[in-house]
């Protein structure tokens, strides 16, 4: 499976993004599809997961403000990022779980908030 994540950029306190993510090879065996970031000097952490069947779960920190949706027919997953602070300041990475519980990531894309 190959990731290839986009739509990263630089925004403003209170601000919004869009990241997406379009998955590619054995798509079938994808179990569920997700976003992970890493700020400088921390370590990567879930942001947002969603599973084939649309179960979803969002770390404590970004409820309320992103949305991860799913395109399993067009093997592609979003992240809506709205009110961002910049404590949302890090390389997002796009994450894909198989079936066989082997785990894909793809390139980090950056993501700055910043006035």
């Known amino acids: 499976v190959q990731l290839q994540a986009s739509g990263g950029g630089l925004v403003q306190p209170g601000g919004s993004l869009r990241l997406s993510c379009a998955a590619s090879?054995?798509?079938?065996?994808?179990?569920?599809l997700g976003w992970y970031r890493q700020a400088p000097g921390k370590q990567r952490e879930l942001v947002a997961i969603v599973t084939r069947v649309d179960l979803v779960n969002y770390a404590d920190s970004v409820k309320g403000r992103f949305t991860i949706s799913r395109d399993f027919a067009e093997n592609t997953v979003y992240l809506e990022m709205n009110s961002l602070n910049p404590e949302d300041t890090a390389a997002y990475y796009c994450?894909?779980?198989?079936?066989?519980?082997?785990?894909?990531w793809g390139q980090g894309t950056l993501v700055t908030v910043s006035s």
């Open positions: 994450y894909a779980h198989v079936f066989s519980g082997d785990a894909y």
């Open positions: 090879g054995r798509t079938y065996t994808i179990n569920s």
